[in-house]
């Protein structure tokens, strides 16, 4: 169907509802890719108390799933971090029944991190969140059962989803500095209500290794998948999933 504002593709995202960094930054990175639009749903994640500690509100991300469906998007992807501290397996499963659920293809945050690290060679990774100690912990222990060799880490022991997206570029690059001296092949800012986008290039320039953020992670994965070549301002995502 002839698109009257020069679209040729339309993304569908699934986002917690205390967030407000995954709209910003997923819009403000298409603008390097005019041709394709984002849409968003949000599910209920929100405040210190998560009632699904274990796992996914699998009814909310597939009702969200269905309501993005019927704008048929050419992909729908969940742009959240949880699958890190849960287990791969979760974000494999969930990914199976949004598209048993609606057809269309599907990925997730943890889902689109292991290819760009392989596609990157990037062994040792550094982990740097705004998160509390204890979840912290969880995490990194699980990024390891799952595979990922985590060096290095900083936190900053916070809480509340929504105090996540006050975190500061300037904040970032201090815990990026942090975890350097480990000499970490890539940097990983594991948290979508966190500014982990915005401080890449600055982190990037100053100490010559990758940093990769879990809102523009499965982003850059649906582009590749799509065949679509970001302009050069965007050029430092698309080599993690380039098209073709």
Known sequence: MPDPFGFDHALGVITPSGNLVVERVTTAFLRDVPTVSAHFARIPVFGARDPFPAGYDLDGMLTAARLLAHAKPDAIFWS???????????DIDLKARIEDATGIPATTSCLALQPAL?????ARIALVT???PDYQRRLVDQLRRDGIDIVAESHLGMTDNLSYASVGVDRILAQVAEVMPHRPD???AWCTNYAGALAA??????HG???????????WQVLGGLGVAPRPAAARWGRLFAPG
């Open 209 to 219: 290794v990758p940093l990769l953020d879990a809102v523009t992670l499965p982003l």
């Open 186 to 188: 890539a940097v990983l």
């Open 118 to 122: 392989t596609r990157l060679g990037a």
């Open 130 to 132: 705004p998160y509390a």
């Open 80 to 90: 959240g971090s949880k699958g890190g501290a849960i287990g791969l397996a979760h």
């Open 201 to 206: 290039g600055r982190a990037e320039a100053t």
